[in-house]
RNA sequence: GCGGAAGUAGCUCAUUUGGUAGAGCGAAAGCCUUCCAAGCUUUAGGUGGCGGGUUCGAGCCCCGUCUUCCGCUCCA
């Protein structure tokens, strides 16, 4: 594990130093647990994107693809569950660790009150026998008055604090309650945070009628959202999917694992709207599906596992993650969710509009089931980074360090490289780079040592380098030189698109 | 979020008890011309993460803050 770690380490500055990712602001100390994809980066980041698009949306005829916008109508996330199910103050106690919910902690202590007040009342009832008017206890008695009034306050305080969301009203609270921890005892609170993962906004330049948005935490609601739009226009039968990638925003408490947890990320995801009661076969169908995608991307088969979930979410009735086995562990990296009709009905709900199928084979309307696949992009990206670095020993006893991307998804296809920078060789080379451009992601090099300039490109992934040398200027051979293997053989100028073109095609 | 550790050039790291920062690699320009990083010359690049304090004097000591890493916690 520690030697893992330290490979880990060694992928995150090779990623820097070979302009593949930059933490996000590094110059103003940068912004915790946000990064940018640099140069290399974002061609390597595009083609994941691209492949998967192509995998998905290009090689399904029942899948069409959208691109909703991240800003959405607030409603949504009542609908979704997103609102409600994540709003709570939460505070700590230092000396136990121990994290509570401060709302409950204060209703606790009410409860408490009351139950003195009770108490006070049970023992003037043994007092006073069958004399005992309760009515006329609690309204005269000074003690019972007390607690009454302290707890009226504390609510009203409380109800108040909670409405306004006043964070530091609720620790104030707790405060003079003297409220201490079930565990330490101690009264040595941290203060309350509100633990909200939707980041919002507002929208309307004018505070006082503006309105509050969410960054959208998932990307699936724009799918169910423009659900009836797409069957419709789109002529879509069931089953059928809708794809879309693009950014989410999570405000997670704790992000780490460099760009494993971010707190802005892009997701690919794809909700396959199926007849209810086939939601099964169909999500065994996307398990299975989506593993092999992983697989084609030549990594073996026992750096994936699947995860099925015991502790269902609110929407689902069978969930499965595929996890890769990263430097810190087997983790998520693409989920397969049965999300039953929730996600439609509830929209149905929230929205006032039908949102049903009419299924001519039954005739009959029904709400879909929906299996989605959604998978992280920047994991995947880091799936590929993790798998592809590779420090290699030479049999001269020398080393490289070498980045086997799949030539589908190298940042750069293919260094065009003049053995030296004179005798018309760079003429020769930008010549052939100019054919190259148009189709492939090309790099012309010049400077220091041919060696030198083919490590460069082996520690960024490049499949192909092609140079040209003396004999090109009478032969219109060139030497093509393979990252892996590092063999190399001349071929005609004319085969170079060729050979590129196989690498990188879509299998 | 809590606890621990760290932050010096693009990278890896020096700077013995506090006395105003160096190297290697890398980069750029030029020379050389050689199919697997190794030749020569020159140049650029640091208000020592940032802010404050102690001191005649702080990269070094103290406080705060930001960021990263490790552990815990959390995680539709």
Redesign the pocket.
């Known amino acids: 594990m520690a030697q893992n770690?330290d490979v880990?380490k060694k992928i995150i500055?090779h990623a820097?130093?070979y302009g593949f990712v930059f933490?996000s602001s590094e110059i103003y100390?940068?912004?915790?647990?946000v990064y940018d994809y640099a140069q290399n980066g974002v061609e390597l980041k595009n083609n994941i994107k691209q492949y998967w698009w192509k995998s998905m949306v290009q090689m399904h005829e029942n899948i069409v693809g959208i691109d909703s916008a991240i800003f959405m109508h607030p409603t949504i996330w009542k609908a979704?569950?997103?609102v409600d199910?994540?709003n709570d103050p939460l505070i700590?106690n230092?000396d136990s660790?121990k994290?509570y919910r401060a709302d409950v902690l204060i209703e606790e202590y009410l409860e408490k009150q009351n139950d003195k007040i009770e108490k006070e009342v049970e023992k003037a009832a043994k007092r006073f026998g069958d004399a005992f008017d309760r009515q006329q206890f609690v309204s005269t008695n000074a003690r019972v008055l007390e607690y009454r009034a302290k707890i009226d306050t504390v609510h009203t305080r409380f109800v108040k604090a909670m409405e306004t969301s006043d964070l530091a009203e609720v620790k104030k609270i707790i405060e003079d309650c003297e409220i201490v921890c079930p565990v330490s005892g101690s009264r040595n609170w941290?203060e309350v945070?509100q633990f909200n993962l939707m980041f919002s906004t507002q929208m309307g330049s004018v505070s006082e009628d503006a309105s509050t948005l969410y960054l959208r935490?998932?990307t699936a609601q724009g799918i169910f959202v423009n659900y009836l739009n797409v069957q419709k226009t789109g002529r879509m039968k069931i089953p059928f999917g809708i794809a879309q990638t693009g950014k989410a925003f999570r405000n997670?408490?704790?992000a780490?694992?460099?760009i494993f947890r971010m707190r802005e990320f892009e997701q690919m995801e794809m909700q396959f709207f199926v007849r209810p009661g086939t939601e099964m076969e169909w999500f065994e169908y996307w398990k299975k599906t989506r593993l092999d995608w992983h697989l084609a991307l030549g990594i073996p088969v026992e750096k994936y596992r699947y995860h099925p979930h015991d502790k269902l979410?609110h929407y689902a009735n069978a969930a499965c993650d595929i996890e890769f086995e990263f430097a810190?562990g087997f983790k998520e990296l693409e989920g397969i969710h049965s999300r039953t009709d929730f996600d439609l009905s509830q929209h149905q709900k929230f929205s006032g509009k039908k949102l049903q199928y009419f299924d001519p084979e039954l005739n009959e309307n029904y709400v879909p089931y929906v299996i989605e696949t959604s998978i992280g992009l920047d994991r995947t990206f880091l799936t590929v980074l993790s798998h592809a670095y590779c420090e290699e020993k030479?049999e001269?006893g020398?080393e490289?360090?070498v980045m086997r991307i799949p030539g589908i998804l190298a940042p750069i296809k293919c260094a065009v490289l003049p053995?030296?920078?004179?005798d018309g060789l760079p003429e020769k080379a930008r010549e052939i780079l100019s054919i190259l451009m148009p189709d492939f992601m090309c790099q012309y090099e010049e400077?220091?040592?041919?060696?030198?300039r083919?490590?460069?490109h082996d520690?960024i992934g490049t499949p192909y380098c092609v140079?040209i040398?003396h004999q090109t200027l009478q032969d219109n051979m060139v030497?093509i030189?393979h990252r892996d293997t590092?063999?190399?053989h001349r071929i005609p100028v004319e085969k170079i698109a060729e050979t590129l073109r196989d690498a990188i095609r879509l299998n």
């Open positions: 770690e880990f500055s820097k130093e933490q100390d940068g912004l915790s647990a979704s569950g997103h199910a994540f700590d230092k660790k994290r941290t945070r935490p998932e997670e408490i704790v780490r694992q460099f979410a810190f030479l001269d020398s490289r360090v053995l030296v920078a004179k400077k220091d040592s041919i060696g030198k083919y490590r460069r520690a140079t040398d030497t030189r590092m063999e190399q």
